[in-house]
């Protein structure tokens, strides 16, 4: 039965995905029906919020730049809370939940209290956006690495980086919540040898109906974010890989004819 998935007083952390419910785990649901109570994040999809039935208590901690309902300590009290008194308690969270998540803080928090938590993956925005672009994150003689980044930072402050290991070529570079940061990653990749041409792709809402993917070079990139994020959750790659044409899949082919 689906309640034996959650024992009393415990805790799962889940990734909600992208947004599309139909990129949901499947463990992801059957804990979603296995809840008592189900706390989740602004950024969690609506359609992933309506698998939840209507039995299941449902509570928003999300925490959206510039407008947070819930700081992380409150979040944490309100698990600690809710583990104790014995519910089922699913934390939801928007992509996975390991990926700039915070979910060692919930842990530690619930670990300090006795209460184990547990993870279920979800699919993470890069992967999400690299799949609806039609390109990989990684190409055999383009991208030998991938790179994921927060690009957030607390108001007023710069993006303190490392734009020396950013600035690699051979890579692509995911950056989370990069809507903001746009300006600070075009000057500063390039400022540190990043080809100004390197190709890149911006992605808002991906996943949903809503989604809109824009690709761009990144001396371009300021301006290209201006005009196609409004406000949007962003998601931006950085690399060769990014380039969808024969030049990207070009040293593929190379290396297939030499097997």
């Known amino acids: 039965m689906q309640d034996d998935l959650i024992g009393l ?25 296995a809840a008592s109570v189900v706390f989740y994040d602004a950024l969690v999809g609506e359609g992933v919020l309506a698998l939840i039935p209507a039995h299941v208590r449902k509570v928003p901690v999300g925490k959206r730049s ?3 309902s819930k700081d992380q300590d409150s979040i944490n009290d309100l698990l600690v809370e809710a583990a104790l008194a014995g519910e089922r308690v699913v ?9 700039f998540g915070r979910s060692m803080e919930e842990v530690a928090a619930l670990a300090e209290v006795g209460v184990r938590a547990r993870i279920c993956p979800g699919v993470t925005a890069a992967s999400a956006a690299a799949a609806s672009a039609g390109i990989s994150l990684s190409l055999r003689g383009l991208a030998r690495r991938v790179q994921f980044v927060t690009a957030h930072a607390r108001a007023g402050e710069p993006l303190d980086l490392d734009w020396a290991q950013l600035a690699d070529s051979g890579c692509t ?8 940061a746009a300006g600070d990653i075009s000057r500063n990749l390039i400022a540190h040898g990043l080809n100004p041409k390197t190709p890149v792709l ?13 690709r761009t070079r990144l001396d371009l990139l300021p301006l290209a974010v201006q005009a196609v994020t409004e406000g949007k959750p962003t998601l931006i790659l950085v ?18 004819a030499q097997i």
Do not use: N
């Open 66 to 68: 510039g407008r947070h």
């Open 91 to 99: 934390r939801l969270k928007g992509g996975d939940p390991s990926m």
């Open 173 to 180: 570079t995911a950056f989370y919540m990069g809507r903001s």
């Open 9 to 33: 007083g415990e805790v799962w952390l889940v990734g909600a995905g992208p947004g599309d419910p139909d990129l949901l785990t499947r463990k992801a649901e059957r804990l979603l029906g």
């Open 202 to 214: 911006i992605a808002c809402d991906v996943s949903l109906p809503s989604e809109r993917c824009l």
């Open 239 to 256: 690399g060769e890989a990014v380039r969808q044409d024969e030049t990207a899949a070009a040293p593929l082919m190379a290396a297939k």
